[in-house]
DNA sequence: CAGGATCCTATCCGATACTG
DNA sequence: CAGTATCGGATAGGATCCTG
């Protein structure tokens, strides 16, 4: 910080209205950000999985966590969900264009955190 | 998804351990997209503050979730705090610099979402 | 396989009151 | 100003059982 951000007004207006409450892209990055939103949208960023590809990947989710992030990630539009009428049914999950954009700024945060958490590895 | 995503078994090995329930990475990513430390991240990304500063620039926080949640980000290694033993007493909070490698991540993911949101503006 | 429904517990979190 | 302490309600989330 030592530098001083500068920031015009109008940013600083911008991003203010980002902090209030009824916001709809703070109550969107609160759904990205939940608990296990986060793990889908990493999970999804490298491949397409089924459901059960999902469970397994994401130690320790439950399967009722599990269906009920991804029902609200389809409803945000970040996720899209394909099912295939077959016996039995498979069901396969993906990221949208716009999940694919904020899976990127999740796996960059992973990222970072994983490299200053194992300097060596 | 379209082009295939090429990832060695070598770094789909790596990625895999992050989603173990007992991998720090996990636990940090937790504690920063936790509901109050994404947005005293992205504030202090422009600025040091005071914290009556954070509580009223962070709409919706109670003083409880602010102490607590600065508690938390301080032991991470995330924010520092300075105390200025003045009368009344000034607190400033910070970002580390590993606080700011984070916050950029966590600024850029709110970008992405205000974009996708406001198309026009 | 992919889930929905139910039950129950842990925790999150806000409101309020109090302290240095 | 910058917190802490306590209480109680809301909600997240796990376990289990059941279904198409």
């Keep these: 910080m030592a530098g001083g951000a ?3 007004q109008d940013e600083a207006d911008r991003r203010y209205e980002v902090f ?3 916001c709809p892209a703070r109550e ?3 759904h990205v950000t939940s608990r296990w939103g986060v793990w ?3 999970s999804l960023g490298s491949n397409d999985l089924r459901f059960f590809e999902l469970r397994e990947s994401i130690r320790g989710i439950s399967e ?3 269906s009920q992030t991804l029902r609200g990630l389809v409803d945000d539009g970040l996720v899209w969900r394909r099912v295939e ?3 039995p ?3 396969t999950y993906g990221l949208t264009e716009f999940g694919q954009e904020v899976g990127e700024s999740l796996t960059d ?3 970072r955190i994983t490299r200053r958490l194992k300097p060596v590895s």
Tied chains: 1, 2.
């Design 89 to 91: 049914p498979q069901v």
């Design 28 to 30: 969107m990055v609160d």
């Design 6 to 8: 500068q920031i015009t």
């Design 64 to 66: 009722k966590m599990l």
């Design 109 to 111: 945060l992973l990222d």
């Design 85 to 87: 009428p077959t016996n």
């Design 20 to 22: 209030h409450t009824d």
């Design 40 to 42: 889908v949208l990493i």
